[in-house]
């Protein structure tokens, strides 16, 4: 039985392989369980990672800061491609606001340790060392760390306190404050999770924007004997023909097709725009022209051919080559209308119009391969990754910091895989992965990151906590975690009437905690806590790191 106690005790990949499948395991089967109707979900990895590291089932340190740093960032990276193509019109619809709410998380976390160093006496650099745990953020107790050490120049080294136990006591919480936090919002204010989902999603994508089709008699004069493009220049709102009925001949609309007057046109347009699109042409007829195909028919088409990507629907010029119509175009669950502005993206799905000919030549060019969607692109996947790795590298030098300011591995990876996805095509790199991978990604990354930390942290978890101040650290962290977090959270809510599913990923990216995304996330049906969380991360980074070592700077 030798065998069976070397893959248990000797520190092997096979030893660590185990430890880590038995903690996902017992962490994602624990966390279904409700305690009183809450469950933390895969969240609870991070508990079960404490309770093995708490009776010796661990690894190799190296490997293990490896695994949690890699885990991180295969987390971030999936959430970047994931939120990309949408995340620059939200930023600009609510990025402002947002901000300045993790801003102020941020200021009256770091007030908060303030206060209870004066209130209690603790030792600030210690306090500083609980504050970054109660906030997740191990960049920031690294510059503390290295501020405490530039100031303490002289000292004892038995004189100097080890702040990263308060960082470890304090971190669990940590995790488990955010997340109660967006429960207490939740059940104080009675909130409806389908029903944020939903007006989330009305917000991003209004009704009256998507497309509607709507047949109309030309009975307008100033229309009569001119062309398509004629008539639809002057217009204000977009919109497509896709059909003309002329003399009983059902016929394929281009740019250049007279209208006669009689004609039944069949027009794609935005909801809110067809009372103003019939107005403008005639009235609306009865007759159903998608009914009365004739020699034409409607397709929906992927677009999966890389030549095609980042390049906009009117450049192709497929209506003028083909004689088809795009009327609306599917993408990531949302109807568009098929502008020539609109720039083409891995996955998309053409709603074409045209004979059966034309239908086959323009799906050659556009692709239509499900196969090539389920091809994973693992190149631009890991030059982005690489790229990240670099740029959250870089030191951005603060003049009166002691120690320069990075983004990290989580920061870097989570902005390069933004603009690549949103930007990739430029490049000729295609990052689309289907919904069902990106998921897979993300989870295999959060477990093995709050494996990590668990397993990492339960060696001197329970000591600490039990011996000398680790119950004061912990309630002192609880503090620092949840009242910033349940003031902003109320006040977005309240007086902001912010959308819930985007306060639980502001208060997730407050405190740069990838495991209580995770949990947002598990709870929306919607994207909204991801972008949320991407539009504030890059900034409470920054301001993480520079609170943790302001300070110690100024009040050591």
Same mark, same amino acid.
């Given at each position: 039985?030798?065998?069976?106690?070397?893959?248990?005790?000797?520190?092997?990949?096979?030893?660590?392989?185990?430890?880590?499948?038995?903690?996902?395991?017992?962490?994602?089967?624990?966390? #279904? /369980?409700?305690?009183? %109707?809450?469950?933390?979900?895969?969240?609870?990895?991070?508990?079960? %990672? /404490?309770?093995?590291?708490?009776?010796?089932?661990?690894?190799?340190?190296?490997?293990?800061?490896?695994?949690?740093?890699?885990?991180?960032?295969?987390?971030?990276?999936?959430?970047?491609?994931?939120?990309?193509?949408?995340?620059?019109?939200?930023?600009?619809?609510?990025?402002?606001? *947002?901000?300045?709410?993790?801003?102020? /998380?941020?200021?009256?976390?770091?007030?908060?340790?303030?206060?209870?160093?004066?209130?209690?006496?603790?030792?600030?650099?210690?306090?500083?060392?609980?504050?970054?745990?109660?906030?997740?953020?191990?960049?920031?107790?690294?510059?503390?760390?290295?501020?405490?050490?530039?100031?303490?120049?002289?000292?004892?080294?038995?004189?100097?306190?080890?702040?990263?136990?308060?960082?470890?006591?304090?971190?669990?919480?940590?995790?488990?404050?955010?997340?109660?936090?967006?429960?207490?919002?939740? #059940?104080?204010?009675?909130?409806?999770?389908?029903?944020?989902?939903?007006?989330?999603?009305?917000?991003? +994508?209004?009704?009256?924007?998507?497309?509607?089709?709507?047949?109309?008699?030309?009975?307008?004069?100033?229309?009569?004997?001119?062309?398509?493009?004629?008539?639809?220049?002057?217009?204000?709102?977009? $919109?497509?023909?896709?059909?003309?009925?002329?003399?009983?001949?059902?016929?394929?609309?281009?740019?250049?097709?007279?209208?006669?007057?009689?004609?039944?046109?069949?027009?794609?347009?935005?909801?809110?725009?067809?009372?103003?699109?019939?107005?403008?042409?005639?009235?609306?007829?009865?007759?159903?022209?998608? !009914?009365?195909?004739? &020699?034409? =028919?409607?397709?929906?088409?992927?677009?999966?051919?890389?030549?095609?990507?980042?390049?906009?629907?009117?450049?192709?010029?497929?209506?003028?080559?083909?004689?088809?119509?795009?009327? &609306?175009?599917?993408?990531?669950?949302?109807?568009?209308?098929?502008?020539?502005?609109?720039?083409?993206? $891995?996955?998309?799905?053409?709603?074409?119009? %045209?004979?059966?000919?034309?239908?086959?030549?323009?799906?050659?060019?556009?692709? +239509?391969?499900?196969?090539?969607?389920?091809?994973?692109?693992?190149?631009?996947?890991? *030059?982005?990754?690489? !790229?990240?790795? @670099?740029? %959250?590298?870089?030191?951005?030098?603060?003049?009166?910091?002691?120690?320069?300011?990075?983004?990290?591995?989580?920061?870097?990876?989570?902005? @390069?895989?933004?603009?690549?996805?949103?930007?990739?095509?430029?490049?000729?790199?295609?990052?689309?992965?289907?919904?069902?991978?990106?998921?897979?990604?993300?989870?295999?990354?959060?477990?093995?990151?709050?494996?990590?930390?668990?397993?990492?942290?339960?060696?001197?978890? =329970?000591?600490? *906590?039990?011996?000398?101040?680790?119950?004061?650290?912990?309630?002192?962290?609880?503090? =620092?975690?949840?009242?910033?977090?349940?003031? @902003?959270?109320?006040?977005?809510?309240?007086?902001?009437?912010?959308?819930?599913?985007?306060?639980?990923?502001?208060?997730?990216?407050?405190?740069?905690?990838?495991?209580?995304?995770?949990?947002?996330?598990?709870?929306?049906?919607?994207?909204?806590?991801?972008?949320?969380?991407?539009?504030?991360?890059?900034?409470?980074?920054?301001?993480?790191?520079?609170?943790?070592?302001? *300070?110690?700077?100024?009040?050591?």
């Amino acid at each position: 039985m030798n065998w069976l106690h070397d893959l248990i005790f000797q520190e092997t990949v096979a030893h660590t392989i185990l430890i880590y499948c038995l903690v996902v395991v017992a962490g994602v089967f624990l966390g #279904k /369980i409700k305690f009183f %109707g809450i469950s933390l979900g895969i969240t609870f990895v991070l508990f079960a %990672g /404490i309770t093995a590291g708490h009776f010796g089932l661990s690894a190799n340190h190296k490997v293990i800061e490896f695994i949690r740093d890699f885990g991180l960032i295969l987390f971030v990276f999936s959430i970047g491609l994931q939120v990309g193509p949408g995340f620059f019109s939200s930023f600009r619809k609510g990025g402002l606001s *947002l901000n300045i709410l993790a801003m102020t /998380i941020v200021l009256t976390g770091g007030l908060t340790t303030l206060i209870i160093h004066f209130i209690t006496g603790t030792s600030l650099p210690m306090l500083v060392g609980v504050m970054s745990g109660a906030v997740t953020n191990t960049p920031g107790l690294g510059a503390a760390q290295q501020a405490f050490a530039q100031v303490s120049e002289g000292m004892q080294a038995g004189d100097l306190p080890d702040i990263a136990l308060g960082y470890a006591v304090a971190y669990p919480f940590g995790v488990l404050g955010i997340i109660l936090s967006m429960l207490i919002v939740k #059940k104080s204010l009675s909130v409806n999770l389908n029903e944020e989902a939903s007006r989330y999603n009305q917000l991003q +994508n209004p009704t009256e924007n998507l497309p509607e089709k709507v047949s109309i008699q030309i009975t307008n004069p100033h229309i009569f004997n001119k062309t398509i493009s004629e008539t639809s220049d002057n217009l204000k709102f977009k $919109m497509v023909v896709s059909r003309v009925l002329h003399n009983g001949e059902l016929n394929v609309a281009s740019s250049d097709t007279i209208l006669h007057e009689n004609d039944i046109i069949l027009v794609v347009t935005q909801k809110g725009k067809i009372t103003e699109v019939i107005s403008e042409f005639g009235t609306e007829s009865e007759m159903d022209l998608t !009914a009365k195909s004739g &020699r034409l =028919i409607t397709r929906r088409i992927l677009v999966t051919n890389q030549d095609v990507f980042g390049k906009k629907l009117g450049s192709l010029r497929l209506r003028t080559k083909y004689n088809i119509n795009i009327t &609306r175009v599917y993408r990531a669950g949302i109807e568009l209308l098929a502008s020539p502005q609109l720039r083409l993206q $891995m996955g998309d799905r053409l709603t074409i119009v %045209g004979d059966e000919k034309s239908m086959e030549t323009v799906t050659g060019q556009l692709g +239509n391969s499900i196969k090539r969607l389920n091809e994973p692109n693992l190149v631009p996947i890991f *030059l982005g990754i690489l !790229a990240g790795v @670099v740029i %959250g590298s870089i030191p951005f030098h603060i003049p009166g910091i002691v120690n320069p300011i990075k983004l990290g591995l989580a920061g870097g990876p989570l902005i @390069v895989a933004i603009l690549l996805s949103k930007y990739g095509y430029k490049f000729s790199l295609v990052s689309y992965t289907t919904p069902s991978a990106n998921l897979m990604i993300r989870e295999i990354g959060i477990v093995l990151f709050l494996a990590s930390v668990g397993i990492a942290s339960g060696e001197k978890f =329970i000591s600490t *906590l039990f011996s000398g101040d680790g119950f004061r650290w912990m309630g002192y962290g609880a503090i =620092i975690t949840l009242f910033p977090l349940i003031i @902003v959270g109320f006040v977005s809510r309240i007086f902001l009437k912010k959308n819930y599913l985007e306060i639980c990923g502001l208060l997730s990216g407050s405190m740069t905690d990838p495991p209580a995304l995770a949990y947002a996330n598990s709870i929306a049906q919607s994207e909204a806590p991801s972008v949320a969380y991407a539009t504030v991360y890059p900034l409470v980074m920054f301001l993480r790191i520079f609170i943790a070592q302001l *300070l110690i700077l100024l009040f050591v």
